[in-house]
């Protein structure tokens, strides 16, 4: 294969168990599910963090977040971080972006550095490297202290040239729906969810992007590329264009997964949590039952529209030099555990869709099969770098490449992964559990078996997902389980120390910088000349003996 290219797809806040493929009974993914019959379907891969920005951050960086730093959305990532462009740029490749990020700028850092953060590089450290191709984060909302993303994106215009009105579409347009009063209703409030958005399918943001992304690949011709395609959907606002907002009204939906017994004696992090608004709404089946075929549909769009970009690498020539890859950020409560949205740590929300199709003939023994190893985000960007031949820079890299599991049935994951929430950005951090910015944090180790979750102040939460696969049961202030919580904590000690932070020096370039001090006349604690072994004794030269 003489071109090789990269077409990383994200869905944003998408549930594993949403796709047909990873058993969904009411929604149908066609396009998806056959991506997975030519690739390898993961079924157990863990995120490092557990909103947008943490967890994203580590995909592009393939490190954990005590490491990079971007604890939560709207934190930057340092400006020397390595990206995901810079790690495949040593290889002669260009790295492009459709969509999201939610990366921010490290400014003080580029200010340090006296970087203009509108010059080129500047725009390329801002963004995790994604300096080529269009942005847009996708939550262009507006409140009472003024919109949450105040750029104005590509999309805007396009919607404005469509003959949707408004110096913001995407709010009175595109996640807007109007009920039969005739009254505009904003696609934040699941109650309108069952209405359509008011722009057609044909102009929706997920349309939109696939559009984008299929004329950039047929200008980037039979250059080498790596396109992440970032959709901003089925992520909140729950605003899905006809037909895809009643494809689904009245299926038989699955039950949310919660015990009365979860919220008997909770651990007060996860109390807090289950009290926020989102939740509280969440936990009412009928508001959750009528929210949740709307998300459906969104899943349901995304997929026609993922057929449509599978077709045009076909039309253009690229199917066969292309390995694409398909994840998620992150999954959805959907009720689950009283829950809404995402952070805390139940698979729900940490273990996600990864399917990875490799295109060569050394992949071809693996395709259609399914992969039970415990695997990470941080494992993908080591993983591109292998695939393109090239020599994973280990120093800054915390994960594993995964190549071997495209190719062969002996490929072997990790004894354990890690993921992390900083939950500072909560207002019932400080009201509720008297954290400050510092200490508001969780980390869970998971081994296959054991889910423990270390809560800074406060007593841990374990589950055993052999004797309780639901997640039901908080083990972390079980007597009985106290050795395994030792044990579990342990895991998570030995993680910490083993971070990478020694990234100013090669991963080869160690093993000749060190232990060879003798030969450079430092003799530490000999006696004299004649202790030192012949080979080792400074020249005569040097006029000191």
Not at 29 to 45: E, M, S, W, Y
Request: hydrophobic share 35%; charged share 20%.
């Amino acid at each position: 294969m003489s071109q090789k290219n990269i077409l990383f797809i994200m869905l944003d806040q998408l549930r594993m168990d949403a796709l047909s493929c990873y058993g969904n009974t009411v929604v149908d993914t066609p396009h998806i599910d056959r991506l997975a019959q030519r690739g390898v379907k993961f079924n157990r891969c863990y995120i490092q963090g557990t909103s947008c920005g943490n967890s994203r951050a580590s995909f592009y960086t393939g490190r954990h977040v005590r490491s990079h730093g971007a604890t939560w959305n709207g934190m930057p990532n340092r400006v020397d971080e390595m990206t995901i462009a810079d790690h495949l740029a040593a290889m002669e490749m260009d790295t492009y972006l459709i969509g999201k990020t939610h990366m921010k700028p490290d400014m003080r850092g580029l200010q340090r550095l006296q970087i203009d953060p509108e010059s080129e590089l500047g725009r390329y450290l801002s963004n995790a490297g994604f300096a080529k191709g269009e942005r847009d984060d996708g939550l262009h909302t507006l409140g009472v202290d003024g919109g949450y993303d105040t750029s104005r994106p590509a999309y805007f215009d396009y919607l404005n040239r469509q003959g949707y009105a408004g110096d913001n579409p995407w709010v009175t347009w595109a996640n807007a729906m109007q009920d039969k009063a005739g009254v505009v209703r904003n696609g934040m409030y699941l109650k309108y969810a069952h209405l359509p958005a008011r722009v057609d399918k044909a102009h929706s943001e997920t349309a939109y992007t696939t559009d984008r992304a299929m004329e950039l690949i047929s200008e980037l011709g039979n250059q080498n590329w790596c396109l992440h395609v970032s959709y901003i959907k089925p992520h909140w606002p729950l605003a899905a264009p006809a037909p895809y907002h009643a494809l689904y009204r009245g299926a038989e939906l699955p039950a949310s997964n919660k015990s009365s017994g979860e919220l008997a004696d909770p651990h007060p992090v996860y109390k807090a949590f289950t009290e926020t608004p989102h939740s509280q709404t969440y936990a009412v089946d009928q508001y959750r039952n009528h929210a949740l075929p709307t998300t459906y549909g969104l899943v349901k769009e995304l997929d026609d529209h993922l057929g449509r970009l599978f077709a045009h690498l076909t039309a253009t020539g690229q199917a066969d030099n292309t390995l694409i890859v398909l994840a998620s950020d992150h999954g959805d409560f959907y009720g689950d555990h009283w829950l809404a949205e995402k952070d805390l740590f139940h698979d729900p929300v940490t273990r996600i869709p990864l399917i990875i199709m490799d295109p060569r003939a050394a992949a071809d023994s693996r395709r259609g099969t399914e992969c039970d190893e415990l695997v990470c985000a941080i494992d993908l960007l080591p993983t591109l770098v292998d695939w393109l031949g090239g020599a994973p820079q280990w120093q800054w890299l915390e994960g594993k490449s995964l190549l071997p599991a495209l190719h062969t049935d002996s490929f072997k994951g990790h004894t354990y992964v890690v993921s992390e929430c900083d939950y500072s950005a909560l207002q019932f951090a400080y009201d509720k559990l008297g954290r400050d910015q510092y200490n508001a944090r969780l980390t869970m180790v998971f081994d296959g078996r054991y889910k423990f979750i270390h809560c800074l102040g406060f007593a841990p939460m374990m589950y055993d997902l052999h004797t309780d696969p639901n997640e039901l049961i908080d083990l972390g202030r079980d007597p009985d389980y106290a050795l395994q919580r030792a044990y579990m904590s342990d895991l998570l000690l030995d993680w910490s120390a083993g971070l990478k932070n020694r990234v100013t020096v090669g991963h080869n370039a160690l093993q000749g910088r060190f232990d060879h001090s003798d030969r450079r006349g430092i003799l530490i604690g000999y006696w004299d000349q004649q202790a030192v072994p012949e080979a080792l004794r400074p020249p005569a030269s040097t006029g000191v003996s």
